[in-house]
Structure formats: structure tokens, C-alpha cells
């Protein structure tokens, strides 16, 4: 059987409008994208992304908003900054940081957001199981 | 406060592989505010090496603490039970809370997480910077209230060295010079004629270098007083 | 804790989900005290089927599996309260656009949907509910700056009943205006415009007029500010709910960027603007110099054309305009812009800045037309440059935008207040404006003030951070990087130790500070972290 990553994408509450208009018009993407709404991307943290790993994760996803337009102020790079630190103990513990990702979307790019879903799965499917 | 940072998971692996069982103990004091060692960095290190060695097939079981003061007796006694259950312990205090648990239970291995860097202070947010180096023998009243046994590359005591330029240090651009610090202080200050004192030869035997150090305060003291 | 789900269908629209399959999921769960099937659960039978059950099996924890839409979100959180239930003990469980519409395989799309269904469970059962809150209010508002602006919002508050301090800096108030000879389409005088809202100023009870007066400090949080206020050199501390800002902006010649001096021959459009006042002789050619610096802004090209029009009529003279790319979008500076092609004068575009040189009283300018294709030359009697928009320096700490102006905080969530709740922006200081645009800005800002403050309390946003005190190692790193600057030290007395205070009215509910603190002692409501642990593992685990 071929296989079927999984996949975590922590998305804020903004960005999440963009997965369910993707939703709403019947956009499909894979089922292995999994989302987990929150309020703010900058609420990301780095126990969170290496929990999902822990936890059965093959790749993780962080989507906020455009830089420049957090809801937040700056909790989009802020999110982006601990994305960056996670990679490094990623890599310090021999996982591909690839793994690992950030995007930024606005909440009216359904496209975007699907096909981000789309990439990542592929990437992750090449990259083959975690563990 | 005490300043720390995270020793690299490699490294902490090698220490920790030949057992099955480990307590990793966080404290809730400087090592938590530098980002080190507080409940977080606990629960991030414990997540890292669970990936680390669930990449390699092992399997070691953490117990997570965090103590008040790692550096206390009383605080580190807390851990009787959890380190009865142990085979060693991780410890993400700094120098002195590994070395107080190892007073206090003698028998148990224990690691150090850390590197403790420095005494300083936040500069700005995820920034810490060295300020003191203890070194038994105050003289900030005469520099201005900046340190140059801290803050100057050479340990300077009497003004600048020949590399000083346009305010950083010649062996790192990215470092103010100190002494240029001390100078602008000292002449916001109007008091730039504290140059001229000429500080003497210090005693180094009042640093480190005159081996460990004790304070007594003997209003305080019973037990061995006289 | 007594949780129910409740499995929506959504009218048969969720159909590559097999139902059966996700009932006996369901079903498999041991602490689950009633599970429903309904066809539409936001129907009026649908809903009669939640209350019941809520009632009869006394649930304290709803989840609905179905969609997520936030109107839907709405109507059981109604529902939820009329039972007398919190509505935070809703969760919903989104399998429509989540899963089903997007999921073709109606096998992965089951397996996917009983993952979602675990996780909403997970969170449900680590709920924790907070009692809702009202926090009484100061209802006075402070109103920083004396201008239009300021004055508009002063008048709008007193005529909603708030009492008002208004404060300028200045030994009289009317700040800009007070400056200009004319306002395009108003039939006033800028200077009898101003006296007449003056002198309704000076009647109004409500309002109390400081001038010469600057705030100095200001501590506390919405609903609750200590303003300290600075009169000639006499400090006064006035206590207000909330504060509105309408310092303006300064407008200044920038001598770096043009390269030369102002002089008789070289004027701002604020010295034009006085030589109209002062009634002084306006020379036969005059040029305006627009987007120089490539900072300009609307208010500029309306000035210009404002003025360019009105030498036109008088003096009869000859008025270039050059610019670089037109900005006329707003209220009615496009007719003014139509008007001023019309009435003849003549306009230069330019994308390499023109070359200036000066010859007695001359100036010469030299500039390159791109739609005319050639190179023209004009000699002027006056050339006028333009002030660069400035910030007022003072208030810099809540948060500029890129323009320099004060930043709309949350422009996509709430236009004009500032990044500490209970500040708002008015008038200039915020975005250029004209006239008219000033007086709108502020008459809506005063709206909100007073809707915010009318009741004399506030209910607080359920969504919030709350730190638990013993935990608190007081680190600071909440407070500093807190975007709402919403939280404070302070001491607990039952704790009897200092630890970090989240403000309840100022806290937005963004999450930063919790996944900063590094003692885990700061934790959002409904976002925790074991929270969010767990029902990440559920949805990564069969
Ligand atoms: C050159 C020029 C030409 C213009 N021409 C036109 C036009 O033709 N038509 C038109 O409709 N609009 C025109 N405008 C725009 C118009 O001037 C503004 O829309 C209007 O002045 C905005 O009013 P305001 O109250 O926001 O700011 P301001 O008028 O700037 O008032 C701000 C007030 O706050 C006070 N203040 C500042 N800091 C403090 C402090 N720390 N404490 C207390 N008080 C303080 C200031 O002293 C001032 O009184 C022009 C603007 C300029 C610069
Ligand atoms: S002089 Fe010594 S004690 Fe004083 S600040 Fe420098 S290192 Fe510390
Ligand atoms: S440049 Fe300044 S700080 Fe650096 S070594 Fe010389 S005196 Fe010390
Ligand atoms: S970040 Fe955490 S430990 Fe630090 S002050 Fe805030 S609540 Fe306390
Ligand atoms: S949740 Fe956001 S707004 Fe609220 S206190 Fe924390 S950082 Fe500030």
C-alpha cells in the first residue's frame, strides 16, 4: 500500500476561513492534511510542533497570515522565529527539517491554502515515513 | 541573575544513553527567566530526545520536575521520591543546582543540561548579556558603574587599548568598546577626572583564581561559630 | 462533566461520510452521556432536540459534529445560554468543510472525520469554563488634541451624554485649520467654521477645555486610565475610561530632500496658505511641486488643486502643476481635479525629478514629460514645495504604521483604536485626512468610545490569558512581548507574592504570551497547552 503521510497543519483562526472556503466551494486536497485552529499563529510553540512529531506527525505545517498583516501585530513572525529554532533541534536530532514548515496566506486564498495542503503532502510522501 | 543556555542534544544524548530511566529537573529561578531551563525548556528537551531515540529504536523513560531553586537543599530534598525511581538525573539548572543535587543525593548520577554562561542581564527580548564575573572586588565606583573586567575583551583597568574605534571593540565589532562606555558615562556625569586615579595591580587571589570562595556572615552563623 | 454530541447531517449535504460508522465510533466512547442524529441541528426541531437534551440528561459539554460556520456557532451558543450553560461548553466539530467537501474517498474521509470527532471530544473534556464578567468602567474620555478632529469628537461625546476633557497643547484650540485660507466646498471661512464649533465647545457642560495643556503619562488600562497632564509647568491627574487621540501630525519642510532652501521664491503649501490669510499679492506664474520626495499624499494634490484653482480666478496668472502620478481617489477630488483641466491649468507629468536652478527672482524648471515625450522649461515667479507628514513624536510607544502615521491597529479588526485597547485615533494623526474626512473620523470614533463605555461596565472576552500565580517565576517575557501591552506586575495578596496580572479588558486572546512564558504558567482559555497536546495526538492516532 502506498504510503500515507500525516500531516498537522497549525492554522490561525484567520487563515483557518481560507480551509473552510476551500471547504465550502468543494476545492479537494488530501486527507492527510489535518487541522488545528488557533487563534493566533504567534500561539505556535515549539513543544506543540515537537509533540505532533512525537506523536505520530510525518510533517507539520505552521500557516499565519502575511507578514505585515497579523491580526496580532507580530505574532506571525514571532511564529516564524520559533519555526526557525524548531528546525535547528530538528536537525540536531537528525530529523529533515523539511519536515517542518511555515506559510503565510490571507484568509481569502482558498487556492493557496489547498495547494499548500497539495505540496506538503507530496514533499512529506517523497520524504517517506518519520519513523 | 545567572545566565544559561541549552547544551547541545548530541551531547546530552552521550550522557544519557546507557539509561533506561531518567528524571530531567528545570528550576523556577534564573535559568527559567534566560529561556534555559524552566518548565518549557524542560518539556522541549524531554520531546527532543524522545524523537531522538525513537530515530534510533531506544526508548528512555523522562520524569519531568521543576524545583523552586535548584541551588537549595530544601527545594532540591522535593525530589526524593522521583529520583528514587531513576536510574540518573538531567539537570537544566545551572552549575551550582547540579552540583546541590548531587549533595544531596550522592548516590544517583547526575548530568549537567546546561552550559552556564554567564551573571547579566536581559538586553532586549531573547538577548542576555554578560555584566559581572564575580570577581570578589568590586571597582564599578570607579569605572562609571560599567564593568571592564566583564565587558572589556582585555580586562583593561586603565582605559582603552590601542583598538578602540568608533565605539566597539577591536576583536569583536559587534561588542561596544567598554572603556568608550565608561568614558561617556563618566562624562554625562561631569566626573571624567576619575580617569586620572590610576587603578593598582588587583588581587586576583579575591577572584576565583585564589581558589573557591566562602561568605559568612557571622550574625547569622551558629553552628561552627565561636 | 456530562457530555452529549450531537451528529449533524447538514440535509443530507455531508453524504461520502459513512454515518453508521462514525455512530458506532461514537457510541464506543464510555463517557459520553447522549448521542443524537438529527437531519438539521440549527433547525427549529433540531434545536428542540439540543435543549432537551441538555436538559434531561443535564449535559455540561455540547459538541456538535457538523460544520463550524460562525452564524451557525451563534445560534447553539444561544441555545447553550438559554439552558443556562456557559457558551464556552460548545464545541463544534467541523466534518463538512473539513472533511467531507473536500475528502473524495469516502473510506478516508470516514477514517478522518472519526479522528476530528476524537479530538473535539479531547478538547471538550479538558474544557474549562470561566463565568462571564462585567468590569465597571470610568465613563469620562479624554480627547488629546484641540483640532477638528478633536473638537468633532469632543461634541459627539457631550451630545451622547459623556463627560469630556479635552486637552491641547496650544493656547487655543483649532490646530490645522486654524492655518488655511479656504476649504474646498465649504461655503465658511475656515476661521468662522472653527468659532462656531468653538463656541458650541464653550456651551457644552459636558466638556472641559484644558489648553496649553499636554498629557505627560499615561497608566492603567481601558475602562480605567490615570492620565497625568501637564499645565504650563502645573501637573493634574485626571482619571477617564477611555482616550482618543487627535494630535494631527507635523508638517515640515525637509530641506534634505530638495536639496534647497525655502525662500521668497520657494514657499510650503502652509505658507501659501498664509499668504492667502494675510490677503498678501500672489505672483503672475506659479508652479506646484508634487511628489518630489515621492511622499506625498491626497491632501497634498488637494491643496494644490484647491489653490491652483483659486489663483487661477483672481490673479488671472499662470499655474503649472507637476507631479509624478496623480492622486485624486476620495471625495470630490476628482471633479476638483476635472475642474482644474479645465480652467486651464496646465500639467506636467514627470518620472526623473526636474531640475531646478535659480535666477534672480526666478525659478527655472526643467522637466521631462513621459506622455508628451519632450523636455519643457518654465520659469516661475513661486514655486511650492511640499511639508513632509509627520507623526507627533510623543505618543510613538503605541505604534506606528509605515507611512509614519499612527497605526490602525487591527485595521481588519477594529479601525482606530490603538494597540492598548481603550486608545483610539482620530482625525490626521491616524491617516491623511481632509476637512470633511476629519469630522466623519471623528464623529465615528466618538460612537465607539460611547458605545463601549455607556453602560458603565464592560463583559470580558472569555478568550483570555490567565497566569497562574504560584507558577509565575515573573520573568517579564509576557509583558514585554504582549502586543496589547494588556499585562502588568502585581501583587497577590492571597498568594502573597508578585506575579504577572493579565488585564481582562485589555487582553485579545492572540495566545503569544503563553507560548513565550517559559514557566508555563500563562495559559490561554480554551487553547492550553495540554489541551492542545492532546487533541493534536487524537488527530494523529487512530
Ligand atoms: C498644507 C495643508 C493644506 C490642507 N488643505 C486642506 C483643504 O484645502 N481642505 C481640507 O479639507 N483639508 C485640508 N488639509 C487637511 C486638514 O488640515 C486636516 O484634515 C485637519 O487639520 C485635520 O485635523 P486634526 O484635528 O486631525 O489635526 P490638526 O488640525 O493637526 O490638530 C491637532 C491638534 O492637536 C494638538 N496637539 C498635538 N500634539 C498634542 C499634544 N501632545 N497634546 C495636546 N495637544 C496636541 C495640536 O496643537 C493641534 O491643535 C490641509 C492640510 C495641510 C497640511
Ligand atoms: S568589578 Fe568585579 S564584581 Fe564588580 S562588576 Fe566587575 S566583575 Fe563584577
Ligand atoms: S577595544 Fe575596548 S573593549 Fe575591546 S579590548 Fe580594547 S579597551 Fe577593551
Ligand atoms: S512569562 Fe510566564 S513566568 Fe514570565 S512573567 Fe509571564 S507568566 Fe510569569
Ligand atoms: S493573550 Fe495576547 S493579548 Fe492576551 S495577554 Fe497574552 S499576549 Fe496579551
Known amino acids: 500500500m502506498e504510503f500515507e503521510p500525516e ?24 486527507a492527510n492534511i489535518k487541522l488545528m485552529e488557533l487563534p493566533c499563529s504567534g500561539k505556535i510553540s515549539i513543544i506543540y510542533l515537537l509533540k505532533a512529531f512525537e506523536e505520530g506527525a510525518d510533517g507539520v505545517c505552521v500557516i499565519g497570515c502575511e507578514e505585515g498583516a497579523c491580526h496580532f501585530l507580530r505574532g506571525n513572525l514571532r511564529a516564524k522565529k520559533v519555526v526557525e529554532y524548531t528546525q535547528k533541534i530538528l536537525e540536531e536530532i537528525g530529523i529533515n527539517k523539511e519536515r517542518l514548515k511555515m506559510f503565510n496566506l490571507s484568509s481569502l486564498e482558498s487556492q493557496k491554502f489547498v495547494q499548500i495542503s497539495k505540496e506538503i503532502t507530496e514533499k512529506i510522501r517523497e520524504l517517506g515515513p518519520i519513523f | 541573575m545567572i545566565i544559561a543556555e541549552r547544551k547541545p542534544i548530541k551531547e546530552i544524548e552521550k550522557m544519557i544513553m546507557p539509561y533506561k530511566k531518567v528524571l530531567i529537573v528545570g528550576c523556577n529561578t534564573c535559568v527559567t527567566i534566560c529561556m534555559a531551563g524552566g518548565e518549557k525548556e524542560v518539556d522541549i528537551l524531554a520531546s527532543s530526545l524522545n524523537l531522538l531515540f525513537k530515530s534510533k529504536h531506544k526508548e528512555i523513560e523522562f520524569i519531568k520536575r521543576v524545583v523552586e531553586r535548584q541551588c537549595e537543599k530544601e527545594f532540591v530534598e522535593e525530589l526524593k521520591e522521583d529520583i528514587a525511581s531513576v536510574e540518573a538525573v538531567l539537570s537544566l539548572g545551572c552549575g551550582v543546582g547540579v552540583q546541590k543535587i548531587v549533595e544531596v543525593f550522592p548516590h544517583i548520577p547526575v548530568y549537567p543540561g546546561l552550559n552556564t554562561k554567564s551573571i547579566g542581564a536581559p538586553e532586549e527580548e531573547g538577548v542576555w548579556k554578560e555584566k559581572c564575573v564575580a570577581c570578589g572586588d568590586c571597582i564599578l565606583d570607579k569605572t562609571g558603574g560599567i564593568c571592564p573586567i566583564a565587558r572589556c575583551s582585555k580586562k583593561l583597568l586603565n582605559g582603552p587599548c590601542g583598538g578602540s574605534q568608533d565605539g566597539k571593540c577591536e576583536i569583536d565589532k559587534n561588542l ?37 570562595r566562602e561568605v559568612i556572615r557571622e550574625d547569622v552563623r551558629l553552628k561552627n561559630g565561636k | ?115 476530528l470527532i476524537k479530538a473535539g471530544i479531547s478538547h471538550s473534556s479538558l ?78 457642560e459636558n466638556i472641559k477645555v484644558l489648553t496649553s495643556t499636554e498629557p505627560i503619562k499615561i497608566e492603567g488600562n481601558l475602562g480605567n486610565f490615570t492620565v497625568k497632564l501637564n499645565k504650563l509647568s502645573e501637573e493634574i491627574t485626571i482619571k477617564v475610561g477611555a482616550i482618543i487621540l487627535s494630535v494631527g501630525c507635523q508638517a515640515k519642510f525637509m530641506r534634505k530632500d530638495y536639496g534647497f532652501d525655502l525662500s521668497r521664491s520657494v514657499i510650503t503649501h502652509l505658507q501659501l496658505e498664509k499668504l492667502f490669510i494675510n490677503g498678501e499679492e500672489i505672483p503672475q506664474t506659479i508652479c506646484f511641486l508634487l511628489d518630489f520626495a515621492n511622499k506625498s499624499s491626497r491632501i497634498s494634490f488637494l491643496s494644490a488643486l484647491k489653490n491652483a484653482l483659486l489663483i487661477k480666478e483672481k490673479v488671472a496668472s499662470e499655474v503649472f502643476i507637476l507631479y509624478r502620478q496623480m492622486q485624486v481617489s476620495g471625495y470630490h477630488l476628482e471633479k476638483l481635479y476635472g475642474e482644474a483641466r479645465e480652467k486651464g491649468i496646465i500639467f506636467f507629468k514627470y518620472e526623473d525629478s526636474p531640475e531646478i536652478s535659480f535666477e534672480h527672482s526666478l525659478v527655472n524648471i526643467s522637466v521631462f514629460d513621459p506622455l508628451l515625450k519632450k523636455r519643457v522649461g518654465i520659469s516661475s515667479h513661486l514655486l511650492v514645495v511640499e511639508e513632509e507628514i509627520m507623526p507627533m513624536s510623543e505618543f510613538k510607544e503605541l505604534g506606528l504604521d509605515s507611512k509614519g502615521l499612527y497605526q490602525e491597529e487591527n485595521i481588519w479588526l477594529y479601525p482606530a483604536e490603538s494597540n492598548r485597547r481603550g486608545i483610539f485615533f482620530a482625525g490626521e494623526c491616524r491617516e491623511q485626512e481632509d476637512v470633511f474626512e476629519a469630522l466623519t473620523d471623528a464623529r465615528a470614533v466618538a460612537g465607539k468610545v460611547y458605545n463601549l463605555l455607556r453602560r458603565g461596565k464592560i463583559t470580558v472576552n472569555l478568550n483570555r490569558a490567565v497566569v497562574e500565580v504560584e507558577k509565575c517565576a515573573l520573568c517579564l517575557n509576557c509583558i514585554r512581548s504582549c502586543p496589547y501591552e494588556a499585562i502588568g506586575k502585581e501583587f497577590y495578596k492571597d498568594e502573597d507574592r508578585y506575579a504577572a496580572k493579565v488585564d481582562k479588558l485589555s487582553c485579545q486572546g492572540c495566545g503569544i504570551c503563553s507560548s513565550i512564558c517559559p514557566a508555563g504558567a500563562i495559559q490561554l482559555t480554551q487553547y492550553e497547552n495540554e489541551q492542545i497536546i492532546t487533541e493534536c495526538a487524537s488527530l494523529l492516532t487512530d
Open chain 2, 176 to 212: 561596544d568598546c567598554a572603556w568608550q562606555l565608561i568614558y561617556d558615562r563618566l562624562k554625562l556625569l561631569g566626573k571624567l577626572d576619575q580617569l586620572e586615579e590610576i587603578i593598582p595591580v588587583r588581587d586576583w587571589s579575591k577572584a576565583n583564581d585564589g581558589g573557591p
Open chain 1, 7 to 30: 500531516i498537522v497543519i497549525f492554522c490561525c483562526q484567520y487563515c483557518t476561513e481560507a480551509a473552510d472556503t476551500a471547504g465550502a466551494s468543494h476545492l479537494g486536497y488530501p
Open chain 3, 127 to 204: 474544557l474549562k469554563i470561566f463565568e462571564e464578567e462585567d468590569i465597571s468602567v470610568n465613563k469620562n474620555v479624554l480627547v488629546v488634541g484641540g483640532g477638528i478632529a478633536g473638537i468633532e469628537a469632543s461634541l459627539e461625546l457631550s451630545r451622547l451624554g459623556c463627560k469630556v476633557t479635552l486637552v491641547e497643547k496650544e493656547p487655543e484650540l483649532g490646530g490645522k485649520v486654524k492655518r488655511l485660507a479656504n476649504i474646498y466646498e465649504m461655503k465658511l471661512k475656515p476661521g468662522e467654521f472653527l468659532s462656531k464649533k468653538i463656541k458650541l465647545i464653550k456651551e457644552s
Open chain 3, 1 to 115: 462533566m456530562k457530555k452529549g454530541v450531537f451528529i449533524c447531517k447538514c440535509g443530507g449535504s455531508i453524504n461520502n461520510i459513512d454515518f453508521q460508522a462514525i455512530s458506532n465510533y461514537i457510541h464506543s466512547f464510555n463517557q459520553i452521556d447522549c448521542i443524537k442524529e438529527s437531519q438539521a441541528f440549527c433547525l427549529p426541531e433540531g434545536k428542540d432536540l439540543i435543549k432537551g437534551e441538555i436538559i434531561d440528561s443535564t449535559l455540561d459539554r455540547v459538541i456538535i459534529i457538523g460544520c463550524s460556520l460562525e452564524e451557525k456557532r451563534k445560534i447553539f451558543e444561544g441555545i447553550l445560554k438559554e439552558c443556562g450553560l456557559s457558551p464556552q461548553a460548545l464545541t463544534m466539530v467541523n466534518i463538512r468543510e473539513r472533511c467531507a467537501w473536500v475528502h473524495q474517498d469516502k473510506r478516508r474521509a470516514t477514517e478522518k472525520a472519526k479522528r
